[in-house]
């Protein structure tokens, strides 16, 4: 532990040497040069995941924009990303070049007292991406509309299971529940099937054991063009170019929107010109074509907020999510 | 189908495709060694390089060989050094890790090639001729079914438990059951039992566990009880080490075992939520129960059907998932949800159509399986001897270098350094089981099917509002008996047997 520690300072004393150099580089008076040189990527989960994708998708388009000299990644996980985030907190001095990837389950989980800290405790740098969710149902399903779906419902809640991958109380469940509770049912009657990952929970709509499923609009966009399942509705204010078959749940008449994003952390002692070069450095990515062949090759929709819109951001649906986690016990 | 191979065998065959292949195979094998970078790592890492490519078959090849090679390379730690690095290797190690210490680790390895391409060439056939039929086997399974799989799973723990041992592998049956309950589980919201400790709101990772239950006790048990390993395999043995030969004998019984994992690995592997892991235990399960008593007495001590079984069945598994993978678009495993990731990257969707659609694809992944699975004996059965050879290396030098291997392989995946506690602490516990006499495969085995049994048993009680599953769904109720068999006809006939040495008439 120790010895860890030591070597992490010692690491920490050259990253922060670069990081020195790196700041006057920021002057446009460089021209072509990267705005920065390097930026040190944690990622709370293992390789694979979401945020793994999100992390190495963003660090290699600003790389190969020639935004940034060079991206490390650093996958750490544990404590379904809670052991990342003290770590960041802990070692707050020494992490000034890195920055951590998190999404929605980091409001949900403070909310219920699983991580102790909550994005209060970093530094905000920005959403950068999301995606929203959609409710789906077999192809060979009766159910056609949201308005059969609710109608199945209210005949028979418990008949009408409705899974996810993820927990009671986690986004997947609690998108349903928004859903119900919008179209003016009691979202405490929804029967959610939690499975332990979204294929598994694919697997279970296609088999039957479930009568709709909970996910992300990308994962369903991906299961409509296979021609397996039916999309019902998509949380976004109007219809998304992706898949403009897919209605909106507003349109049917449901007033419920929803995006699940990812952005960027750094760290709590982060000064305001040091995060302010991660918001431009990240801000002038989505200009380049190297960020739209990441972004279109993921089918990631562009959804920034930076700096004060990001807090806001977080803290509109801090309050939303919490108001509904409320309502079904969670809190 | 023989127009589609065609294309297929046309596609895989170019220079690049070939090169893709072999050097897929090579990196995956290599990195597959290392505990604690699994097949789901290696190929998350490899992901971007296959990208570049930006030819979906060769990326595809270029990842499938990875993923083969890994599987294959996994073993090698198994069998060697008592340090499985992927749950679907831990069957491998109860025999291939005894026939190691008992010198004889180039045969082990060489059975472990030889079965792995069995088992996997047999899959691809299966895949190839039944995979558009099979896409509505992998959805027959609900939770309740999955919840009685798991059952039969661990029914098979009797296996394991040796003579006079029940009792003990009953106890670490349920040790390693609790153990799976420390976290958040897949369906409740709050973390149980981790003492406030963060590290273990995810709950004990597998990785670390099977490290501290079975390659720092071994490591241990070199360094405390010195007299033993005298007279194991490094001593004196050093031609045989290397040796690979298999008599004719030997072919013949492991012949049969290999033909039947084949197929019963491959539809176990076709199921979205078993995979390799389940596939090897009830592989390994199912050969000792129909082995001749005599052979039954030699799993778990170096039988050659006990390594065999296992390793057949996890591959043929993992082409197995390969079915609800490329026709229903389902992942039924970490790593080939990484591979769907990587798939849509490329911009093929899998589902029924992919073979309509895209048939150049769908082929030029089947034709890649056959060459892979060439490409990985090829390789591996020149370099069997030189990787035996380590276990000539010195004891000095040899145990540190495990040692080394199993805290690596603990801290690399999760870059967290209380893990390495976590290991260290439990290893302590595990030797001391060790030198009693308790079993620890059952233990691993628990931890390993506790999370799955317990979240398809909710899911089902959830579904069903209480028991009633298990006699509203007849395949739900005939797995459920068939694990009930597994665990009493062994033990009834263990006891004929013993009457019957007995010299007492029995019926």
């Not at chain 1, 996910?215 to 403009?244: K, M, P, W």
């Not at chain 2, 090829?378 to 030189?386: C, E």
């Not at chain 2, 302590?428 to 060790?434: D, N």
């Amino acid at each position: 532990m120790m010895k860890s520690t030591l070597t992490r300072r010692a690491f920490a004393a050259a990253a922060a040497a670069v990081m020195g150099f790196a700041t006057p580089a920021l002057a446009d008076s460089h021209g072509g040069g990267p705005m920065m040189d390097s930026i040190h990527f944690l990622i709370p989960g293992g390789a694979g995941g979401g945020w793994d994708g999100t992390a190495r998708g963003t660090g290699e388009a600003l790389t190969e924009a020639g935004l940034v000299g060079s991206a490390s990644f650093e996958n750490m996980s544990g404590g379904g990303g809670g052991v990342a985030i003290r770590y960041m907190i802990d070692n707050s001095e020494s992490q000034h070049g890195t920055i951590m990837v998190n999404s929605t389950p980091i409001v949900i989980r403070s909310l219920t007292g699983v991580f102790p800290q909550s994005f209060r405790d970093l530094t905000l740098i920005a959403g950068t991406i999301g995606d929203y969710a959609a409710l789906v149902v077999n192809t060979d399903s009766d159910i056609e509309t949201m308005d059969d779906l609710l109608e199945a419902f209210r005949a028979d809640p418990n008949g009408t299971a409705i899974g996810g991958g993820s927990v009671p109380g986690g986004m997947d469940h609690l998108v349903a529940a928004m859903v119900m509770e919008a179209a003016g049912e009691d979202p405490l009657e929804v029967s959610y099937i939690p499975y332990d990952a979204g294929g598994a929970a694919m697997a279970g709509l296609l088999s039957g054991e479930i009568v709709a499923l909970s996910t992300g609009f990308s994962e369903a966009i991906d299961l409509a063009n296979a021609g397996e399942v039916r999309i019902l509705g998509v949380t976004a204010s109007e219809r998304v170019a992706a898949y403009e078959d897919a209605p909106t749940m507003v349109e049917q008449g449901i007033d419920v929107e929803f995006v699940n994003w990812r952005g960027f952390f750094g760290a709590p002692t982060l000064s305001d010109e040091e995060a302010q070069a991660y918001r431009d450095v990240l801000a002038a990515m989505y200009e380049t074509d190297a960020w739209e062949e990441v972004r279109a090759r993921n089918g990631w929709v562009n959804i920034h907020n930076s700096g004060d819109e990001f807090r806001a951001f977080l803290e509109a649906q801090e309050e939303a999510l919490g108001t509904l986690m409320r309502t079904l016990g969670f809190l | 189908m023989l127009e589609g191979l065609m294309i297929g065998l046309s596609t895989a065959f170019s220079v690049t495709n070939v090169l893709m292949v072999i050097g897929g195979c090579l990196i995956g094998t290599f990195v597959g060694m290392l505990p604690g970078l699994g097949p789901m790592s290696i190929i998350a890492i490899m992901i971007p390089v296959a990208i570049t490519i930006g030819d979906p078959s060769a990326a595809l090849i270029l990842l499938a060989g990875v993923y083969y090679g890994a599987i294959f390379g996994g073993s090698t730690s198994s069998i060697l050094i008592n340090a499985p690095g992927v749950a679907g290797t831990v069957a491998s190690s109860f025999d291939g890790y005894p026939m190691a210490r008992a010198g004889k680790a180039g045969k082990a390895l060489t059975i472990a090639a030889i079965a792995s391409f069995a088992g996997g060439t047999v899959g691809v056939v299966l895949l190839m001729i039944f995979a558009p039929m099979l896409s509505s086997v992998a959805l027959l399974f609900h939770s309740a079914e999955y919840f009685a799989l798991m059952v039969v799973g661990l029914s098979a723990i009797a296996a394991f438990a040796g003579t006079g041992n029940v009792a003990k592998a009953v106890l670490m049956t349920l040790l390693g059951l609790i153990m799976a309950t420390v976290g958040e589980g897949a369906l409740y919201n709050l973390p149980r039992f981790t003492m406030g400790l963060m590290d273990l709101q995810s709950g004990f990772s597998f990785i670390t566990l099977a490290m501290a239950m079975f390659a720092l006790p071994e490591a241990m048990y070199l360094v405390l009880n010195p007299a033993r390993s005298e007279t194991g395999g490094e001593g004196g043995k050093q031609g045989e080490i290397k040796d690979l030969r298999i008599s004719r004998a030997e072919a013949r019984s492991i012949a049969p075992v290999i033909g039947r994992q084949s197929i019963q690995g491959f539809f176990i592997g076709v199921l979205p939520g078993a995979g390799a892991t389940i596939a090897s235990f009830l592989g390994y399960a199912v050969e000792r129960n129909i082995a001749t008593h005599e052979e039954q007495q030699e799993f778990g001590k170096g039988s050659i059907k006990g390594l065999a079984a296992p390793e057949t069945a996890n591959n043929a598994a993992c082409t197995g998932s390969f079915v609800p993978l490329l026709t229903l678009g389902i992942p039924g495993s970490g790593t080939t949800a990484i591979l769907l990731g990587a798939l849509i990257a490329l911009n093929v969707t899998p589902g029924p159509r992919l073979m309509v659609d895209d048939p150049q694809i769908f082929w030029a992944v089947i034709v890649s399986m056959y060459i892979g699975n060439l490409v990985l004996l090829v390789l591996n059965l020149p370099l069997i001897p030189y990787i035996a050879k380590i276990l000539a290396v010195p004891r000095t030098f040899l145990i540190p270098f495990i040692l080394f291997f199993t805290l690596m392989g603990a801290y690399i995946g999760q870059n967290n350094a209380t893990e390495l506690l976590i290991l260290v602490g439990l290893g302590l516990i595990a030797t001391i089981l060790r030198f009693a006499d308790y079993p620890l495969a059952p233990l691993l085995i628990g931890f390993i099917l506790g999370s799955m049994l317990e979240d398809n048993f909710s899911r089902a009680m959830q579904l069903y509002n209480g028991l009633g599953f298990i006699l509203e769904r007849p395949m739900t109720l005939g797995l459920l008996v068939l694990a009930a068999l597994l665990v009493v006809v062994p033990s009834y006939r263990a006891r004929r047997a013993r009457l019957r040495a007995e010299g007492v008439a029995d019926d």
